[in-house]
């Protein structure tokens, strides 16, 4: 390990510089939180779509499951226009109505105004004094930031440009997650238009490393085994984030239709959509994605409401196993993803990781 890195593990209190990515919607459970975390990881959770109170359950049960660190990321902005975004288009009220029908669900109802969940989660976060927190679409207030500081919480922020992590930095972060283009699901980005921040991470990553001087840097985005770790650290990141390739992972809570249809998928079946909740996205092209794509892309609502819309939908599809109706988010790497529990997947890639750094020393 070099020095940056074995500091990092050391103020976290991890074996090996491996964060587990957090996965709203499901994805990250308190179970593969805590095994992550088990095997000397950081698990993260993902709180974004939680209430408060499932929010400091699902922290509770995270606590019950490991004694070890872990994170737990909240989206910290996305909501600005929430309240105020109009009708949804009756195009897409259409088009949702035959999605329904195909599930045996009655037509949709236009969805009530989003209201800005951010304030009351950031507070339950808080009131968990937790060990690690990251976030994404946004920063929070730097006095709120402090907040978590002062409790001596971790701090980690998601950048996709180096704009974006020169704020992060001036907000007070303690690290920077680099979020290549590569990455699953959502797109970070707040401060640049999303076309223009679709930076891989080998270009990312060392540009992060060089503006943002000692502050560390974790690299994210189609990072599946030993070799992408070894990369990951040859560019001058302290640890990865892997969302993708724990995704498919035992404990996850993603429909089995999900994971089997991830390892199915090669490189090139993942596209950028707005389709299932208004912001842009990564994931597996299915049969609902490209045909909002197709026929209905001037029709997408905005964020949150397009994501309120589609969860009907998704929440059927997930019930009846429907893979062409889910959001299957997912990162570049998928070709890579194995089918393992998450612990395993940490011995697995630590001991690739040594293998590769051997091969490439001999
Ligand atoms: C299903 C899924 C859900 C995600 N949800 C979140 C989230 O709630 N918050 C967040 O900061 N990142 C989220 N991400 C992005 C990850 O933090 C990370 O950037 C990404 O998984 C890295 O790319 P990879 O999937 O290729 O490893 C999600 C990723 C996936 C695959």
């Given amino acids: 390990m070099n020095p940056k890195i074995r500091a990092f593990c050391q103020r ?21 939180v805590a095994a992550v975390s088990n095997a000397g990881g950081l698990g993260s959770l993902a709180c974004a779509y939680l209430t408060p109170q499932q929010t400091a359950e699902a922290i509770a049960e995270v606590r019950r499951r490991t004694q070890k660190p872990f994170g737990v990321n909240l989206f910290a902005g996305g909501y600005e226009k929430a309240g105020d975004q109009g009708p949804v288009p009756p195009a897409m009220l259409a088009l949702m109505a035959r999605h329904h029908s195909a599930l045996g669900l009655p037509p949709p109802e236009p969805p009530p105004p989003q209201s800005d969940p951010v304030p009351a989660q950031m507070e339950a976060v808080l009131a968990a004094r937790v060990p690690v927190f990251s976030f994404t679409f946004g920063m929070p207030a730097p006095a709120l930031l402090a907040r ?11 950048a996709t440009t180096v704009e974006e992590g020169r704020r992060l930095v001036a907000a007070g972060v303690d690290a920077i997650v680099a979020q290549g283009s590569e990455a699953g699901a959502h797109r970070g980005t707040f401060a640049a238009p999303f076309e223009r921040a679709m930076v891989g991470i080998v270009a990312l990553v060392p540009a992060l490393v060089d503006a943002v001087g000692e502050l560390p840097v974790i690299a994210s985005g189609g990072i599946m085994d030993g ?14 984030a892997m969302g ?22 090669p490189e ?28 209905a892309a001037d029709a997408i609502a905005p964020f949150p409401l397009q994501n309120a819309l589609t969860r009907p939908m998704r929440n059927a599809a997930a019930k009846a196993g429907d893979a062409e109706r889910l ?20 011995r697995v890639l630590v001991n690739e990781s040594e293998e590769t750094r051997r091969a490439l020393s001999s």
């Fill in 12 to 32: 976290l209190g991890i074996a090996h510089p491996i964060i587990q990515a957090p996965m709203g919607g499901g994805g990250s459970t308190p179970a593969l």
């Fill in 148 to 158: 978590f500081k002062a409790d001596g919480t971790y701090v980690m922020g998601t």
């Fill in 227 to 240: 070799r992408g770790i070894v990369a990951a650290e040859a560019l001058g990141a302290v640890a990865v």
């Fill in 244 to 265: 993708t390739a724990f995704l498919v992972s035992d404990e996850a809570g993603v429909p089995d239709a999900y994971k089997a249809a991830l390892t199915k998928a």
């Fill in 268 to 295: 090139d079946r993942t596209a950028l959509t707005r389709a299932f909740s208004g912001r842009p996205a990564r994931g597996v092209v299915n049969a609902f994605m490209d045909e909002v794509e197709r026929t």
């Fill in 327 to 346: 959001s299957l988010w997912a990162g570049q790497g998928l070709r890579l993803a194995r089918r393992m529990k998450a612990a395993e997947l940490v």
